[in-house]
């Protein structure tokens, strides 16, 4: 039994730190960022190094190293994401009341040099490591980016569980996500992927497999199982933030990182600024309405009714 348990227990504990290593750098201050991108450029030299190394052995040794390298070279390209430093053109909201063929267009822009990233990581390890005896690493890595693929679409076409674990910075892709109890394409999600897992189990329990075929498919069969798992988050009402619990920053009770709550108007003044804000209140109120409209929206009104000036 050993010989089938190691590898989910192995798979189970790096999917598990690894995704809560880039939740905890990627909601740190933004300060951080450059160091935590320098060593994750270095981290992800080693990994490339060493899935090129074990690709030509299938020693037991060789099938676990590959298997890390492939899912640390997921992470760093992930927290890339995260980080902000590595999205796409488009930075803002989508558009209230945008029709689903341009939300898709627009939300595809918010990622799209990452998109592009990963691509050539997939071609690059497909490319280092063929022919070679050991493609544990690169199935590795495309489980990796077919499930986060099938998550994000799920995501566009919408789920009920939308988690906070965006940082700030990316606070704006949530206007992408819109709330529904299902979507049509999440039983596909899921189902495809079970049978996937099932096969490669079945294959993995066969007579004649050899030690590298269990290791390797029970190793690439448990990520794939776990990112099933991480699908059903997305409509299930499972406490799946408890899992990272250590790596996500404490939330006061109007949801905002950082645990202060936001004070509430004349909380915390001095006797002095009771007036002040009183005397700005009024200002305010009798200086002309001034200030830019939001893209889209009228600057004005003639006596009909018709907008004066429509912006862009």
């Known amino acids: 039994m050993l010989e089938y348990g190691y590898p989910v227990l192995f798979a189970l504990g790096l999917w598990w730190f690894s995704t809560g290593l880039v ?13 935590t991108m320098l060593g994750g450029a270095a981290v992800l030299a080693f990994a490339v190094f060493a899935l090129v190394v074990s690709s030509t052995s299938t020693s037991l040794s060789a099938t676990y190293i590959a298997f890390t390298s492939g899912v640390i070279v997921w992470g760093v390209l992930e927290m890339s994401y995260f980080t902000g430093l ?81 940082p700030e910075h990316l606070a704006y892709l949530k206007s992408y996500m819109p709330k529904r109890s299902m979507n049509l394409l999440f039983p596909i999600s899921v189902t495809v992927p079970t049978l996937v897992v099932v096969l490669m189990v079945s294959r993995a329990l066969s007579p004649g497999a050899s030690e590298f075929e269990v290791v390797s498919l029970i190793l690439v069969a448990s990520l794939l199982a776990l990112g099933i798992l991480e699908h059903w988050f997305l409509v299930l009402p499972l406490p799946d933030e408890a899992l990272w619990a250590w790596a996500l920053p404490s939330r006061d009770a109007d949801g905002k990182p950082g645990g202060e709550p936001s004070r509430q108007p004349g909380q915390g003044e001095t006797r002095s600024d009771g007036p002040k804000r009183a005397m700005a209140a009024t200002r305010k109120v009798l200086r002309p309405q001034t200030t830019s409209p939001s893209p889209g929206r009228c600057v004005g009104k003639a006596r009909s009714g018709a907008p004066i000036a429509e912006l862009p």
């Open 86 to 166: 590595l999205t796409g053109p488009r930075k803002a909201p989508c558009p209230p009341g945008c029709p689903a063929w341009k939300r898709f267009g627009l939300a595809i822009l918010t990622s799209l040099y990452h998109e592009f990233a990963v691509l050539s990581a997939v071609a690059f390890l497909v490319v280092i490591s063929w022919g070679e005896p050991n493609q544990v690493g690169t199935w590795t890595f495309v489980v990796l980016w077919l499930m986060r693929w099938s998550a994000k679409l799920n995501l566009f076409l919408g789920v009920p569980n939308l988690n906070d674990w965006l």
């Open 23 to 35: 939740l905890y750098l990627d909601n740190l201050p933004g300060r951080t960022f450059g160091w």
